[in-house]
């Protein structure tokens, strides 16, 4: 894995299946502004796909994990400001070596007097051998690095430890619509190009409830397709999809059942409407019935003051969203949310062969 991203690509044009291009949605100006300013060979360097910048960072502190040469980095740099903070975490020492080269150029060129970043080698199933703390950030954010990890649970349960109450775990990655054969798993190619390390969707709601985060919240998701004859044969009819998602951890207090809730805009770049997810968008001023899952998302994390939100709502509420009534999840319950995953998300279609039917 980290030699095929360290020496044999040199730049992203050398990738063989679109996995590690997508961008789903439209950029906000001020991300694109951001983006212009971050060096070049920052960019060149940097092997994620497409953006994953999630709305409301000013101020915020945020991980990055597998920051690579730190783009991601020192576009949340300017989106977060001055008082804000970025930790990039990598365990390959020539990404972070060209990550921390450029610290004193952006400081410089984003006019900061205090230096709001900072690049550590280290691995994200291990985020306290690099001194990170328990309860110390408000976002994580990872950009198709997670597959790459031989373990998956212990980087959801570390990123949950170091995030704060209402802290949020933002990141898109790969997603297979069924187990991996170990002719997958071990293929040099396939494992290059993010596909050999996907976890089963289904394995990532499970880990998720595991690990004590809020249901993922589909955000984007895009089918990824494989140009390469020897490679599709490889595959089988194992589907694969690239997909962002959003994970909460919501503290016991927030949770109270279903209720309505009012957008008052204000969101830098999204302040007509807010596109929470595939289910939910939220737009400026119009009431909008939630489940008490999406009601203890909002109450506990920093969308909070963007929203007038208050308890009780109509009944139909409770078929909107994700159906979570409680903090513990049994596995009658896990199976209740794939299945209603399959009914209200109609994007990833091609993931849904393998819902044993949840599909209509």
């Known amino acids: 894995g980290a030699d095929?991203?360290?020496?044999?690509?040199?730049?992203?044009?050398?990738?063989k299946t679109n996995?590690?291009?997508?961008?789903?949605?439209?950029?906000?100006?001020?991300?694109?502004?951001?983006?212009?300013?971050?060096?070049?060979?920052?960019?060149?360097?940097?092997?994620?796909?497409?953006?994953v910048i999630p709305e409301c960072l000013e101020s915020c502190r945020i991980l990055d994990l597998g920051s690579g040469s730190g783009r991601d980095c020192y576009l949340l740099s300017q989106l977060v400001g001055e008082q804000g903070h970025?930790?990039?975490?990598?365990?390959?020492?020539?990404?972070?070596?060209?990550?921390?080269?450029?610290?004193?150029?952006?400081?410089?060129?984003?006019?900061?007097?205090?230096?709001?970043?900072?690049?550590?080698?280290?691995?994200?199933?291990?985020?306290?051998?690099?001194?990170?703390?328990?309860?110390?950030?408000?976002?994580?954010?990872?950009?198709?690095?997670?597959?790459?990890?031989?373990?998956?649970?212990?980087v959801l349960r570390e990123a949950y430890r170091v995030l704060k109450p209402g802290g949020e775990m933002y990141f898109s990655d790969i997603y297979a619509s069924q187990h991996l054969s170990e002719?997958?798993?071990?293929?040099?190619?396939?494992?290059?190009?993010?596909?050999a390390g996907a976890l089963c969707w289904r394995d990532l709601y499970s880990i998720a409830a595991e690990v004590g985060f809020s249901p993922p919240c589909l955000v984007t998701s895009s089918p990824i397709t494989i140009g390469d004859r020897e490679l599709e044969g490889i595959?089988?009819?194992?589907?694969?999809v690239s997909a962002t998602f959003r994970l909460f951890k919501i503290p016991g207090s927030s949770w109270a059942g279903p209720g309505q809730v009012i957008y008052n805009g204000g969101i830098v770049g999204h302040e007509r409407e807010l596109v929470f997810?595939?289910?939910?968008?939220?737009?400026?001023?119009?009431?909008?019935?939630?489940?008490?899952?999406?009601?203890?998302?909002?109450?506990?994390?920093?969308?909070?003051?963007?929203?007038?939100?208050?308890?009780?709502?109509?009944?139909?509420?409770a078929q909107q969203g994700c159906c979570c009534t409680g903090?513990?999840?049994?596995?009658?319950?896990?199976?209740?949310?794939?299945?209603?995953?399959?009914?209200?998300?109609?994007?990833?279609?091609?993931?849904?062969?393998?819902?044993?039917?949840a599909t209509a």
Not at 183 to 195: A, D, N, P
Not at 235 to 240: I, K, N, Q, Y
Not at 327 to 356: A, F, M, N, T
């Open 183 to 195: 002719t997958i798993r071990k293929h040099r190619v396939l494992w290059g190009e993010c596909l």
């Open 86 to 154: 970025v930790t990039g975490i990598d365990m390959t020492e020539g990404q972070v070596e060209v990550a921390k080269k450029h610290i004193a150029y952006h400081m410089d060129k984003f006019g900061y007097q205090k230096t709001n970043v900072e690049f550590l080698q280290g691995y994200m199933e291990k985020l306290g051998d690099a001194g990170l703390a328990d309860e110390s950030y408000d976002i994580v954010i990872s950009n198709c690095v997670i597959n790459l990890s031989p373990d998956k649970r212990a």
């Open 4 to 15: 095929y991203y360290g020496k044999e690509l040199q730049k992203s044009e050398d990738l």
């Open 277 to 317: 997810d595939a289910n939910f968008t939220f737009k400026e001023g119009e009431v909008v019935d939630v489940d008490a899952e999406m009601a203890a998302i909002l109450r506990s994390s920093r969308f909070s003051e963007k929203f007038l939100i208050r308890a009780g709502g109509a009944n139909t509420a």
């Open 235 to 240: 595959v089988g009819d194992c589907r694969f």
């Open 19 to 51: 996995a590690c291009i997508t961008s789903a949605r439209p950029l906000p100006k001020a991300v694109r502004d951001a983006l212009k300013r971050v060096h070049e060979e920052v960019v060149a360097r940097y092997y994620g796909c497409g953006l």
């Open 327 to 357: 903090v513990k999840v049994g596995s009658r319950q896990l199976h209740g949310w794939i299945q209603r995953w399959g009914h209200r998300y109609p994007l990833p279609s091609e993931l849904s062969w393998d819902l044993g039917g």
